[in-house]
């Protein structure tokens, strides 16, 4: 996924149509990419093509339009699943990592898992990747544990050795922290864990639009993956499973698409994925999707995270010099996510003083609530970097906490 050449950033960050306007009578400084990416001219342009000239449902009909609707949805999954280095019938699509990681809970975990099984999650998960679980528990009987970090937000890889037992039928833990920005050395837990048959389930919401992932080489069992983190729209994503897990697992959903035939004494179920995705999907925003994937494929993924690197570099340089001010993660090699805290400023009120000056972060607990509670803390403010950010920006940011500083001091 390398570029040819060095992009242009100032000329990639004019796609994005929104990063143009102001907020409050200042120019936008958007830092939320954690939340949700802004999308680039030619998503939105893919979209509005497929309503304008090719809108009609998927696999349901033989006429013109319904044949162009189901090859731009099924076309817009086969770039996405090379995206990702997977064959397309292994990728199941979705409306987000929420659905994705449920559909494990419900499909596969709760069939198989039992009082005295265990799942493994980590600190630093997100919500989405803690309440499907605790859900599957309550049901089975089985229980949560769970692995500790070390005094950087990195994961301590001792305590997961340890605690990576017999007991555990499933390790379930996210790729990058949205908190953090810690990157879990993937590969190197995934063998750890097939060393003791365990199987594993990646959250790779926050690691898919920022660095070049190459599914069959981390050794998981499921990979699950946001579209609106990256460039797409909203309510999309995908879920990538081992082709044995699919084909074991019953549907999670039932209703059309889903089926070969159905009968009142019984249904059969269609080949994975589309065993997996009933009813009409969100065919417009996949498509979109697709667009967003090779929107990236185009500029490079090692390019892209060599970009966040250099501007994670400048703002940690910068924010650090703020008197008063504490980063929360430190790890080596940590994704472009800042998450801080400054003395005497509560972090939904810095946010909202620096959203009066156009800058947009995060405040809150990031539906992290455990990882809030490890560092003692109820809310931190973020701020998320993605490629089209830019140094001056960087330095705005710097500029509105210490203008904000002085006003609550």
Same mark, same amino acid.
């Given at each position: ?49 497929? +309503? ?20 731009? +949805? ?51 998960? $997100? ?9 599957? !528990? ?84 499921? +990979? ?12 999309? =994503? ?6 044995? $897990? ?7 959903? =039932? ?44 500029? =490079? ?42 003395? =005497?400023?509560?972090? $939904? ?24 509670? $490890? ?5 931190? !403010? ?28």
């Amino acid at each position: 996924m390398k570029a040819a050449s060095s992009p242009d950033w100032s000329r990639l960050r004019a796609d994005f149509p929104v990063l143009s306007r102001e907020v409050h009578g200042k120019p936008l400084v958007y830092l939320d990419s954690a939340n949700t990416s802004q999308k680039p001219q030619q998503v939105i342009a893919a979209m509005d093509d497929f +309503y304008r000239e090719h809108n009609a449902n998927v696999s349901r009909a033989v006429h013109a339009l319904g044949s162009e609707a189901t090859e731009a +949805y099924e076309g817009a999954r086969r770039r996405l699943a090379a995206f990702v280095n997977v064959p397309a019938d292994e990728l199941i699509l979705t409306s987000g990592t929420t659905f994705g990681i449920n559909l494990v809970a419900y499909s596969w975990a709760l069939p198989r898992l039992k009082t005295g099984d265990v799942i493994l999650l980590t600190r630093m998960e $997100h919500h989405a990747n803690i309440v499907p679980w605790q859900l599957v !528990c309550e049901r089975t009987g089985a229980s949560l544990r769970v692995v500790e970090l070390a005094p950087d937000g990195s994961l301590d890889m001792d305590d997961l050795r340890a605690k990576l037992t017999g007991e555990v039928k499933l390790l379930a833990f996210t790729h990058v922290s949205n908190v953090l920005g810690t990157v879990n050395p993937v590969a190197e837990i995934c063998r750890l864990a097939r060393k003791q048959g365990v199987v594993t389930l990646v959250d790779g919401s926050q690691a898919l639009p920022h660095r070049a992932v190459d599914i069959p080489l981390l050794g998981c069992d499921f +990979y699950a993956f946001t579209g609106h983190k990256m460039l797409g729209p909203t309510g999309t =994503g995908g879920l990538w499973a081992r082709r044995q $897990h699919l084909r074991e697992m019953p549907p999670f959903l =039932g209703g059309g698409e889903m089926i070969r035939e159905v009968r009142f004494e019984g249904t059969t179920f269609n080949d994975p994925p589309h065993k997996f995705e009933a009813g009409t999907p969100n065919i417009a925003g996949v498509v979109g999707l697709g667009a967003a994937a090779d929107y990236l494929s185009a500029i =490079g993924m090692a390019e892209v995270e060599a970009r966040e690197r250099a501007l994670l570099a400048v703002a940690t340089q910068r924010l650090s010099a703020i008197e008063g001010l504490r980063i929360l993660g430190t790890a080596p090699g940590k994704a472009a996510v800042i998450s801080f805290l400054v003395d =005497g400023a509560h972090a $939904h009120d810095l946010a909202t003083l620096l959203d009066l000056e156009g800058i947009a972060v995060r405040s809150g607990h990031h539906c992290a609530h455990p990882l809030m509670a $490890h560092f003692g803390v109820p809310a931190t !403010c973020r701020a998320s970097l993605a490629f089209y950010n830019t140094e001056a920006e960087v330095e705005k940011l710097a500029l509105g906490i210490e203008k904000v500083r002085k006003l609550l001091l």
